[in-house]
């Protein structure tokens, strides 16, 4: 597929070049995102010479603006061209209100755990293993105080020199499968049946468990305000994109939707 700027061709060989600095899915979402890439910056160059930041360079391709390089023509191009709104208090308020998870801190857990370890392809240790886990529960639930000698004789985990405590961590710094019980567990319970993970089978039980809290909106001002600007920013860059590309009159490419990931 030939892709130009007006009368100008990108070349397939340029194209081809660029796309090792584009690692995709696909040699198709490569391409694309390279010819893109190829569109956009010769765009902005034509631009930045326009506005007499940019002076091509006719042997190897570049040139100088103001003693910069391309990219800091671009940048200066787009810091004249790209104006974008400050967001006032009551618009960081309201993101605030409406986002309240992204302000939660983790919930805390302190657990402990008994690890049978076994591969998960390996059927035969699994199922013993799993077979082993549901003795222990119920020889645990009957006799609660044993967890600590059954951890130190049977886990394969390290955490069995502390009686299979893991001490305290968030959600997210271990395996889902184990944290999905223990979100379900009420402080002081013994799980029930036996955790899969791809470690092994666990004997789980929790410990405690302390609920994240909301950040203040006011320590979390400074990071509504930049996250709303570059939000802002990335939207008002790719329409301005969208107009040079329809005044250039691109083809081979539908630039205004593949622009979409190039500003994220």
Request: with cysteine.
């Amino acid at each position: 597929m030939t892709v130009a700027i007006g009368e100008r061709e990108i070349s397939e060989a340029a194209i081809a070049a660029e796309m090792q600095y584009h690692p995709a899915a696909t040699q198709e979402d490569a391409w694309t995102a390279a010819a893109t890439a190829l569109v956009v910056r010769r765009l902005l160059l034509d631009e930045a010479a326009r506005e007499g930041l940019w002076s091509e360079s006719p042997d190897a391709g570049r040139g100088d603006a103001e003693g910069g390089d391309a990219e800091a023509a671009i940048a200066r191009l787009l810091e004249r061209t790209v104006a974008v709104p400050v967001a006032d208090e009551a618009t960081c308020r309201r993101w605030y209100e409406r986002n309240p998870a992204r302000f939660r801190s983790p919930d805390l857990y302190e657990a402990r755990h008994i690890l049978l370890a076994a591969a998960p392809d390996d059927a035969e240790a699994r199922a013993a293993a799993k077979a082993r886990a549901v003795e222990l529960i119920a020889a645990i639930a009957a006799a609660p105080e044993r967890f600590g000698a059954f951890a130190r004789a049977e886990s394969a985990c390290p955490s069995k020199d502390q009686d299979g405590h893991l001490g305290q961590f968030t959600a997210g710094t271990t395996v889902p499968e184990l944290e999905t019980f223990l979100a379900a567990l009420e402080e002081g319970q013994l799980s029930p049946v036996p955790v899969e993970t791809r470690y092994g089978v666990h004997v789980v039980r929790l410990l405690r468990r302390v609920p994240g809290r909301v950040v203040p909106f006011e320590a979390a001002r400074e990071r509504i305000a930049e996250q709303l600007a570059d939000g802002a920013w990335r939207m008002a860059v790719r329409q301005y994109l969208m107009r040079l590309a329809a005044e250039a009159d691109v083809r081979g490419i539908d630039l205004p939707r593949a622009t979409g990931p190039l500003m994220q």
